[in-house]
């Protein structure tokens, strides 16, 4: 049986408890005009089989189809919608702020108040440059280090995925490692060579890499959790030893938390790992749902960054004031005391439940937790880094994310992803998730 024809006759048992007709019909309109029928890769389902569900609208935790189902929302758009979907607070502030217009290409009093919360929580950064996604963050917090320190090779980890720019799309670990190609046509060969890949957790190939070519290396690209290939957690350690690699050959350290940042904790893996990288990137979060990406660091090299600096850089909607205004709304919301410990408590009591869930119906998987991202792998082996992840058995994922489906539950349509809470999450929200997975591993077995 091909990877293809088992996957979508397993949604079609799927699809017909939940009758998905008009998201069919929109697929199909969808896939004539718009490659895949998405605007991007992993909403086609391909590695979970069947049509993708086109949503109408979201509210708190819940997002609603187009054919009028409902399901309890885990991917909260990869990560953004940490208070939920259509937040009252953040709703207002964009309608008052539409009010004046969507965007002027010039600097506005928002962008400032924007990047002096990020900078407030994210002290390891003395400048912030706002971009429209991670991946331009991704990207030109590369070429600034280049531009600083002259070299131009960068390491990055298996399974990291940085976005979507040339030379990170060397064994990156997002929806290339669902398709099973880890790199993609149409990156130069010459691209690629500047590009250092190594396994995550392997401080020894770390430094292997480091003492060989340190004359060469611009800078080191991480996830500090690894979200791209699920969620895979950093060794006790090895950031450190990144770090104190990196600082000892003077190679610019870059920390992607377009995911982890104001997810992991309010103040990011740096804060909670207590490590201080020389650049960090954002998004996400940071942008409530709308555009937005940035990055920064110290000053030395973010003052290289156009029209300070040498090393250019631009954008149309850069701090477009929409995106400001969802963006500061929502860290202004995360800022109040006591939301991460109700994110850390909702957090660890889903995380208890689908563990005890799974042993309870006798399904061997591995699950990994960091703040308000985690992921189950359908494992019997521990999993830390892309090659563990990848002993994962995704028939059974795409068997449990049907099953989930039809319960009414909306987990990422790919076992190498990571899943989502949001503060929206409420109690029985969990226990319905808990009970559906108790049932979908049963099934699945
Ligand atoms: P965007 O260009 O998609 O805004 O951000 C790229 C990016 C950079 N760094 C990290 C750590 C990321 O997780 C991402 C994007 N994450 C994916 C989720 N696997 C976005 C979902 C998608 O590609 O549709």
Redesign the pocket.
């Known amino acids: 049986m091909t990877h293809k024809s088992f996957y979508d006759r397993l949604a079609a048992s799927a699809e017909a408890l939940v009758e998905r007709k008009k998201s069919h019909q929109l697929f199909e309109i969808a896939s004539e005009i718009i490659p895949g029928g998405v605007n991007?890769?992993?909403?086609a389902f391909q590695a979970v089989g069947g049509n993708p569900v086109f949503i109408e609208r979201g509210r708190g935790s819940k997002i609603y189809d187009v054919d009028g189902n409902v399901y309890i929302d885990y991917v909260l758009s990869?990560?953004p919608l940490i208070l939920g979907h259509a937040y009252p607070k953040v709703i207002d502030a964009l309608k008052k702020a539409a009010e004046n217009g969507t965007s002027y290409g010039a600097p506005t009093a928002l962008e400032i108040e924007l990047a002096q919360l990020v900078l407030k929580v994210y002290p390891s950064m003395d400048k912030v440059r706002m971009v429209n996604?991670?991946?331009?963050?991704?990207m030109s917090a590369i070429r600034a280090a280049r531009g600083f320190t002259g070299r131009d090779k960068i390491i990055k980890f298996e399974g990291?995925?940085?976005?979507?720019a040339d030379g990170l799309l060397v064994k990156a670990g997002?929806?290339a490692t669902t398709f099973g190609v880890p790199d993609s046509p149409g990156v130069p060969k010459s691209y690629a060579r500047n590009t250092i890949t190594i396994p995550y957790n392997d401080s020894a190939a770390l430094k292997t890499a480091i003492t060989k070519e340190w004359k060469s290396i611009a800078c080191l690209i991480i996830?500090p959790v690894v979200?791209?290939i699920g969620c895979v957690l950093p060794k006790p350690g090895f950031l450190e030893t990144v770090r104190k690699l990196t600082e000892r050959h003077n190679i610019v350290l870059i920390f992607?938390?377009?995911?982890?940042g104001f997810r992991v904790a309010y103040g990011g893996a740096q804060a909670h790992y207590g490590i201080r990288p020389d650049m960090t990137?954002l998004?996400?979060v940071i942008g409530g749902g709308l555009?937005v990406?940035a990055y920064g660091g110290r000053k030395e090299i973010m003052s290289m960054v156009s029209p300070e600096g040498p090393v250019y850089q631009a954008g149309t909607l850069s701090g477009n004031p929409l995106a400001m205004t969802a963006g500061i709304t929502t860290l202004k919301i995360l800022s109040k005391d006591g939301i991460y410990d109700k994110l850390e408590q909702r957090a660890s009591l889903l995380a208890k439940g689908l563990i005890e869930a799974s042993r309870k119906a006798g399904i061997k998987t591995r699950f990994y937790r960091a703040g308000t991202m985690f992921c189950s792998y359908f494992t019997d082996t521990d999993v830390v880094d892309y090659k563990t992840a990848k002993t994962a058995d995704t028939e059974k994922f795409a068997r449990f994310f049907a099953a989930m489906l039809k319960r009414g539950v909306y987990i990422a349509p790919s076992q190498f992803?990571?899943g989502f809470l949001s503060l929206a999450h409420s109690e029985k929200d969990i226990e319905q998730t808990v009970r559906a997975a108790y049932e979908s591993f049963k099934e699945i077995k």
């Open positions: 991007s890769p992993v909403r990869w990560g996604s991670g991946t331009e963050a991704t990291c995925y940085h976005g979507h997002s929806g996830e979200g791209n992607d938390e377009v995911m982890t990137c998004g996400k555009p990406g992803e990571a």
